[in-house]
């Protein structure tokens, strides 16, 4: 999952190395991995982990920690050996990622006293403070992707200063919660199997034909749907980074979805009906999902209730009665109820 390839596995031991020359401090491998392996340091701005004493399993020696452990507790296992007993062991993920390590249990865990999996994401607004340029940037684009699109629907195009500010500012504020920014550029290094990679790559594509669309050509049918295009695949990559194998509760499909939130925006803006219905239906029916088990009381449910009000309730009531376009302050109120559910993502993602 790391996009600018810093880890390796040596084919012969099964060892992960993370070359941290390599690494732009996104800490995207940190919450990927199901067993909390990568661990960020502040202070270099780069992700360390475990290196299993390569020098020393490579000239036939156990690592440190099993030579050093004084009650004989570690031992090294053949990785075919360590995973024939993953799938039975309480508390790992269930991935086929068959990690070298096997835990052997003394006693029996009662299956009323088992993990279950939650239906209520559990808010921690906490997370906020280092996710929230990463909320900002998502947020910027899909509204970015679902301007453009309604432009193009409607035969007009956006205004170039605004559209191109806002894509710049995302673009920039993305860059704050890197370890090394300066890195950046070897997301690119990454494309056969990281999402972050395409994420990067194609909203590069999608700012870069979006600004020869607006400013060189804003008549050209073909040049504004191919930007258009870019921006939805930008927002598809965005969204498949969040769908993490052996998550014990899916983080996509969400009602926050940034492909999602294009759709249902371009719809709005651009009064289509056709497309507006469907990817609303769809966005409220997540919403109401992930709340369905919500204990009753005002307290918690005044931000949903005000999400459900600003983002379907009054867009619906001004479309029956005024028709379209959609005033200014319904519009705004729809940005405020998709910005809190994006936050609300993010708040849950943990």
Request: aromatic share 10%; charged share 15%.
């Amino acid at each position: 999952a790391c996009p600018t390839g810093a880890y390796e596995k040596d084919p012969h031991t099964g060892n992960v190395i993370l070359n941290s020359e390599h690494c732009m401090g996104c800490t995207y491998c940190a919450w990927v991995c199901p067993y909390g392996a990568p661990q960020f340091d502040r202070e270099r701005g780069v992700m360390t982990k475990c290196t299993f004493c390569a020098s020393r399993v490579e000239r036939g020696d156990q690592p440190a920690c099993v030579v050093a452990c004084p009650v004989d507790a570690l031992n090294v296992l053949e990785e075919r050996e360590a995973s024939l007993h993953n799938a039975c062991t309480p508390g790992f993920a269930d991935t086929d990622m068959q990690p070298a390590i096997r835990l052997i249990s003394r006693r029996r865990v009662p299956l009323w006293r088992r993990i279950k999996t939650p239906h209520l994401d559990v808010m921690r607004w906490a997370r906020l403070r280092d996710e929230w340029p990463l909320a900002f940037f998502t947020f910027v684009t899909a509204v970015l992707g679902g301007w453009l699109l309604a432009s193009v629907l409607r035969g007009s195009s956006p205004q170039p200063a605004v559209f191109l500010g806002l894509a710049a500012l995302g673009g920039f504020v993305s860059t704050i919660h890197l370890g090394r920014p300066a890195r950046m550029w070897r997301t690119l290094r990454n494309l056969r199997t990281s999402w972050i990679s395409w994420e990067i790559a194609l909203f590069t594509a999608f700012v870069a034909s979006a600004a020869g669309f607006l400013l060189l050509a804003p008549t050209n049918v073909f040049l504004g749907w191919t930007a258009a295009a870019l921006g939805l695949g930008t927002l598809a990559a965005m969204d498949m980074v969040y769908r993490v194998r052996g998550q014990a509760v899916r983080a996509v499909p969400h009602s926050a979805m940034t492909l999602l939130t294009a759709l249902y925006l371009a719809g709005c803006l651009g009064a289509h009906p056709w497309l507006a219905a469907p990817a609303g239906v769809m966005k409220l029916l997540l919403y109401v999902h992930r709340y369905r088990f919500a204990p009753v009381s005002w307290k918690r449910l005044a931000l949903p209730l005000a999400r459900l009000l600003l983002g379907f309730a009054a867009p619906t009531a001004a479309w029956l009665t005024l028709g379209a376009p959609l005033p200014t302050t319904i519009l705004g109120g729809l940005l405020i109820a998709e910005a809190l559910d994006r936050l609300e993502f993010y708040a849950a993602l943990e």
